[in-house]
């Protein structure tokens, strides 16, 4: 098991910019592929962003492409979500996520490692 922990969430106004980080603790960081998710009130956690073990692979959903980058500093056992342009629709708790799995990285079901999330709340 590997314990995760995010960080860096707040209130910024639309346009604005934070940048989540989530660190790991326990087994081998790198045995991980990392993902990030939100939830929103009263809807369904969603995928945002994930990365391969390596770093080589990234994979966004179409809501955050071109706003959101995540990154992994595996020498430092933590993973980032650099987010940009924020709009109030990003508003939601975002939660880490860790997997062993070889799958796209875009299900809740392919991970079972999570952190216990961070607010991040967009306002006009």
């Known amino acids: 098991q590997v314990q995760l922990v995010e960080s860096g969430g707040g209130l910024v106004q639309a346009g604005g910019s934070l940048r989540l980080s989530c660190a790991a603790s326990?087994?081998?960081?790198?045995?991980?592929?990392m993902g990030w998710f939100r939830q929103a009130p009263g809807k369904e956690r969603e995928f945002v962003a994930h990365?391969?073990?390596?770093?080589?692979?990234?994979v966004y959903a179409d809501s955050v492409k071109g706003r959101f980058t995540i990154s992994r500093d595996n020498a430092k056992n933590t993973v980032y979500l650099q987010m940009n342009s924020l709009k109030l629709e990003d508003t939601a708790i975002y939660y880490c996520?860790?997997?062993?799995?070889?799958?796209?990285?875009?299900?809740?079901?392919?991970?079972?490692?999570w952190g216990q999330g961070t607010q991040v709340t967009v306002s006009s």
């Open positions: 326990g087994r081998t960081f790198r045995d991980y592929a």
């Open positions: 996520a860790a997997t062993t799995g070889i799958g796209l990285g875009v299900g809740v079901h392919e991970y079972d490692n």
């Open positions: 990365i391969s073990w390596s770093g080589g692979r990234t």
